[in-house]
């Protein structure tokens, strides 16, 4: 079933669909764009226009920021895409440098005004649609993020903010000192990553205490009417067609009924993938990662492939590996 994305509630024509650029720019590494770089990233823009994608998901540290100047380019060569396109990009994670010793996490004010200067001088655009906070940051002292945030909205930087990776607990924390809302929480959620199912059916039973996402997150999303976006959606090809060897029985079977539902139904395994999610009446919005042309059209037909609840549940417990009580 087709649902109207949070998103669209808000007056923000989002595609039910968006597309991950983690993919684009090559390695992370310091090397320089490449021409095999550009056109990897004209055909994988092209392939999603094509099926309607419209939103497009960043982030200042993906390939060390050359996806978003690879973007940056594309951009250059169409005018009038920009004004058609929604674009979210994230800040908050530093990575290694020469002569630090981890990546870190930075939600300083310092730090998120410069990762958006960044951003918008490598996309070369005026404006973010969407910023995300990528991660939380123990560090991080909410009244600096709330100023920054301020100053980005007032300069027009940034139109809307958002964050990833966060439990409903920190998003409070951050609602508590911010002005403006923070319209998406994007997560880790796929056929293959569950645990925001389980959290689900885990509340009150003892069996079940292993379960770790944060409790209530869902809910607290669509209750606030907070889009919830689903990064690793297609499970990096797990269920339709990557090999399997090596991979537990939970895995072979549930690639299998995937493939049997997309037979039965005249669709591909990407689209039934991608179909247990939106079905979830929270209207997740799954960015997709693939870069393959072939690979995005194959997960077009998504929002027509319609799962009962018995399907749905079935897919679940068998990617689960163990029944439900
Ligand atoms: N907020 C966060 O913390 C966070 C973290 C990670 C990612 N993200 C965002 O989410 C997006 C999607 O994440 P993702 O890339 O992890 O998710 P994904 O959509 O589950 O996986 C895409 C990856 O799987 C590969 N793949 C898909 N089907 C395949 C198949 N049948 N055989 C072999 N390989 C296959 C793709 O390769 P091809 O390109 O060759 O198809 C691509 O590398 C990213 O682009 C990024 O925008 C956000």
């Known amino acids: 079933m087709s649902r109207a994305l949070p998103l669209n509630r808000r007056g923000i024509?989002?595609?039910?669909?968006?597309?991950?650029?983690?993919?684009?720019?090559?390695?992370?590494?310091?090397e320089p764009l490449t021409a095999a770089n550009l056109k990897?990233?004209?055909?994988?823009?092209?392939?999603?226009?094509?099926?309607?994608?419209?939103?497009?998901?960043?982030?200042?540290i993906y390939t060390r920021g050359k996806a978003e100047k690879v973007f940056g380019?594309?951009?250059?060569?169409?005018?009038?895409?920009?004004?058609?396109?929604?674009l979210q990009s994230k800040c908050g994670i530093r990575l290694i440098e020469p002569g630090d010793t981890t990546n870190r996490?930075?939600?300083?004010?310092?730090?998120?005004?410069?990762?958006v200067d960044g951003s918008l001088a490598r996309?070369?655009?005026?404006?973010?649609?969407?910023?995300?906070?990528?991660?939380?940051?123990?560090?991080?002292?909410?009244?600096?993020?709330?100023?920054?945030?301020?100053?980005?909205?007032?300069?027009?930087?940034?139109?809307?903010?958002?964050?990833?990776?966060?439990?409903?607990?920190?998003?409070?924390?951050l609602e508590t000192y911010c002005d403006e809302p923070f319209i998406v929480n994007q997560l880790h959620m796929?056929?293959?990553?569950?645990?925001?199912?389980?959290?689900?059916?885990?509340?009150?039973?003892d069996q079940w205490k292993e379960v770790t996402f944060p409790e209530g997150t869902i809910e607290y999303c669509r209750a606030g009417n907070i889009q919830l976006q689903a990064w690793g959606p297609l499970a990096q090809g797990l269920f339709s067609g990557r090999p399997l060897d090596g991979q537990p029985e939970n895995v072979v079977n549930t690639a299998a009924r995937v493939r049997a539902l997309a037979d039965e139904k005249s669709a591909t395994a990407e689209a039934v993938v991608l179909a247990w999610l939106m079905a979830h009446p929270a209207a997740i919005q799954p960015v997709i990662g693939t870069v393959n042309p072939q690979r995005i059209a194959a997960c077009s037909g998504a929002e027509q492939v319609e799962l009962s609840r018995k399907e749905w549940y079935e897919l679940y417990v068998s990617s689960r590996g163990e029944k439900l009580p």
């Open 40 to 60: 990897q990233a004209e055909e994988a823009l092209e392939a999603a226009l094509s099926i309607g994608i419209n939103f497009f998901d960043h982030a200042d």
């Open 73 to 86: 380019q594309l951009l250059k060569a169409r005018p009038g895409l920009r004004e058609d396109i929604i």
């Open 190 to 205: 796929s056929l293959a990553r569950i645990s925001w199912v389980d959290a689900v059916l885990s509340v009150n039973r």
């Open 123 to 173: 996309l070369g655009t005026d404006y973010l649609d969407i910023l995300l906070l990528h991660r939380p940051d123990p560090l991080m002292d909410p009244e600096e993020v709330a100023e920054a945030l301020y100053q980005l909205k007032a300069s027009g930087k940034v139109r809307h903010f958002g964050v990833s990776n966060m439990s409903a607990a920190q998003i409070r924390l």
């Open 105 to 115: 996490m930075d939600l300083s004010k310092e730090h998120i005004l410069s990762s």
């Open 13 to 30: 024509p989002a595609s039910r669909i968006a597309l991950g650029c983690m993919g684009l720019g090559g390695g992370w590494d310091y």
